[in-house]
């Protein structure tokens, strides 16, 4: 099967620190990665789609360069929140399109980042 | 832009009765919908996925419908048990530009025993 892991599961970082998170396709290649944040009780947010070798390209609303985005890999994108406060505390769940446009997508188990 | 909606918001009901639950979305071009479960802080479930093409799945007690010049989707849970409480999502994938999915509001269900 397709399996999508993110690391770490729960993170508790203080306030004004960055921190970053990993998304990774175990058993297939992903050019296209997508980061989405959830708040407590509240539907997923797409916040940004990484692309392999290039920039990502985020939603609107969404700050690039507080939330900045690697897909150095065909197997790994990288979410680092910068200078992180309490108000970006959150669920933040990847997903990996196997394949090329139409591909499937297979989510990740997500990451609790807590700013304390 | 896509927006999905679903209702009820909140669902409780007793052990054993049949469920249905509700999602719409404004833009019907759709390539795919797809249904997920989602425990209470733990990731996504996938439940059923229906292509745009087509007009159901089953899977076990479960039963997702899709009608795209509508903009809705239905699924429907039979003899519902105490273990299917949960959050249930259900997310459009849209064919404009990167084939993203956007996610509906959610339903939250429990079944009591």
């Known amino acids: 099967g397709a399996v999508v892991s993110q690391h770490p599961s729960r993170v508790i970082c203080k306030s004004g620190t960055s921190v970053k998170i990993e998304c990774r396709s175990l058993?297939?290649?992903?050019?296209?990665m997508f980061w989405y944040r959830q708040f407590p009780k509240k539907s997923l947010m797409l916040m940004a789609t990484?692309?392999?070798?290039?920039?990502?390209?985020?939603e609107q609303g969404v700050e690039k360069d507080k939330f900045l985005i690697n897909h150095a890999s065909l197997t790994l994108s990288t979410l680092t929140v910068t200078s992180a406060h309490p108000e970006d505390s959150s669920f933040y769940i990847c997903s990996a399109r196997r394949g090329q446009v139409k591909g499937e997508q297979y989510f990740g188990p997500g990451t609790r980042l807590t700013v304390t | 832009k896509q927006e999905v909606t679903q209702i009820p918001a909140a669902l409780s009901v007793p052990e054993g009765e049949n469920l249905v639950l509700n999602c719409s979305f404004t833009d019907s071009a759709i390539y795919n919908l797809q249904w997920f479960r989602q425990d209470p802080g733990k990731g996504l479930t996938s439940l059923l996925l229906?292509?745009?093409?087509?007009r159901e799945q089953t899977s076990g007690r479960l039963n997702a419908s899709l009608d795209k010049s509508s903009g809705r989707s239905t699924l429907y849970i039979a003899a519902s048990q105490p273990g299917d409480s949960a959050t249930y999502l259900c997310a459009a994938c849209t064919t404009s530009g990167t084939y993203k999915y956007i996610f509906g509001t959610g339903t939250r269900l429990k079944v009591l025993a």
């Open positions: 229906i292509q745009s093409s087509q």
């Open positions: 990484s692309n392999e070798g290039s920039k990502a390209t985020y």
């Open positions: 058993d297939f290649q992903a050019t296209t």
